[in-house]
Structure formats: C-alpha cells, structure tokens
C-alpha cells in the first residue's frame, strides 16, 4: 500500500524523469487451514521479480510487492550511489505485462539516462537482492561517503513523536490484511506526507527517497519512520535524504548505531503507544515527559 499527502511539483518538473506509473495488486487470495483443520480464504502479499535495465544493460533484480515501482527504482539508483542526481534520469518505464502482474513472473524496469549525464554502470555479477536481505554489494562505497553527510540542526518534539507513532497506528495497511511486509512513512512533524509498503525495508526506504527526490522534497524537517530494525544501510539512507529523525517500531543495531552517533542522527526505536527508547540524538528531542503519564 502507498499512500501520499500534500506532495507538490517544484518548477524544475520538466529535468526530471517521465515515469509511467505501473501497478499491481499488493496481496493474492490463498485458500489456508486453521488449527481445527477448517477452510477458509486469507490474503499473503504479492511478492514479484522486478529486473532494472539502466540504458538497456541488466542491473540488478529487486523483490517488491509493485506499489510504487518507479520511485522504488529512483531511489534505488540514488541509494546506491548509482546517479548523482534525478535530472540525470529521463525516463523509468516499468512494465509487468510479460508475466501480467502474476507472481513468480518478472517485471522489467527500463531505465533511460540522459545521453549528456554519461552514467556508467557495469553490472559485475549476478546481483538479485532479496526479501529480507540488506544491500551490502555497495555498502564500503555508502560508508566511504559518510563524511559527506551534514545533517541540519533540527528538532522534534515528544508530542510529535507520539502523533508519528499514532498516525501509523490508524493507517490502513497491507500488514494488516495479509502481514509479511515493513512499512515506511515520511512527517512533517505528526503530519504523515507519504506511507509505502513492501515486502523489505530497503524497498520501502528506497521508495519514500524516490518520491522526495523526483518532487524536491527537503529532509530537513522530517521525521523518518520504519516497521523495521535500524541497521546501519537503514540509517545511512535515512542521512542521504537529508532526514534527521528516524523512529522505528523495531530496535537497532550495534552498527546502525555507531553510524548515527557519528552523524548526529536521532533514532528512536521501540516505539509503541507511549514508549520509545532515545538511542542517538537526544539533544534533538525536546522532551516531554509529561505527556508520557497521560
């Protein structure tokens, strides 16, 4: 499921990729069994191939459920370092016509640069970056790159943290239908502007980057949220979009949290109801503790 709020178009539209805006279904019916042996219906997410061609080379194939598969592809290139920039782009055309949307059948993303940006990717091995799996194939390249990152001096409060928590808590989701998925959000304080799901966190971070980076979105002033833990890829893509608060439902890892102490990124996690666990970043909160009682 995608979701998105106030998005706005700034006036350099007309550099930025034409995409095409290829969906599918997000969940299939399967017929399943209960402890008591009875018959019933019940919905699984739709997990499907998407195979990249950057400038008609095969770069990598993504798993994804197909909710916003553009953007997805976007992101990922700008994740992975793979473009400098979105104006470098002039066309994604994702089709799933070959296998019709049906699962185990690929999808093709086709990727189109533009002739004056001389992008240059070889792709050196058989690459398939699955479900649960993080992206390490490029990730000394990301680390490398760290110092690069300034991060603005912004913060948030507790009650905005708590209205992050509470507006994910009353979204409608595919979780909800079918589980097996991580779901992102971006905010503006409590506000939620874009919500995307996908059968890995990767995806649905890559996803929310792709749409900031396609409309001129800053990550100056928003708040990041993740169903999933934060690993050190989970926060460096955080940083790269400029995001300096990053909540999860999930904890962190020991490497994530090295990565956001040397970046100054404030990342909560355990983030249930009222509770949170502070891990980086304090000095950005504005603590409310009284709210915590209520």
Known sequence: MTTVLNASVSASALRKPRLTQARVPLTRAVEVRNELGEISQSQIPAERALIIYLDKKEL?????????????????????????????????????????GEVGEPGVAAVKSRPEAQVKVQRSADRVVTTGCGQGSVFGDLMAHLDDIELPKAQVTQAEIYGVVNAIRLQETTYKSSGSVHGCALFQGDQMLMFV????????????????WMNDISGHDKVFYSTGRLTSEMVIKSAQMGVPVVVSRSGITQMGLEVAQRLGLCTLGRATHKRFLCFSGAERLIWQPELAAV
């Open 60 to 100: 990598v194939t993504l798993m994804t459920l197909g909710a916003a598969p553009e953007w997805l592809v976007l992101g990922f290139l700008r994740n992975q370092r793979l473009i400098d920039s979105v104006e470098q782009i002039e066309s994604i055309t994702v089709d799933w016509s070959i296998g019709e």
């Open 197 to 212: 799901e996908d059968v890995g966190r990767h995806n649905a971070v890559d996803t929310i980057a792709g749409w900031m």
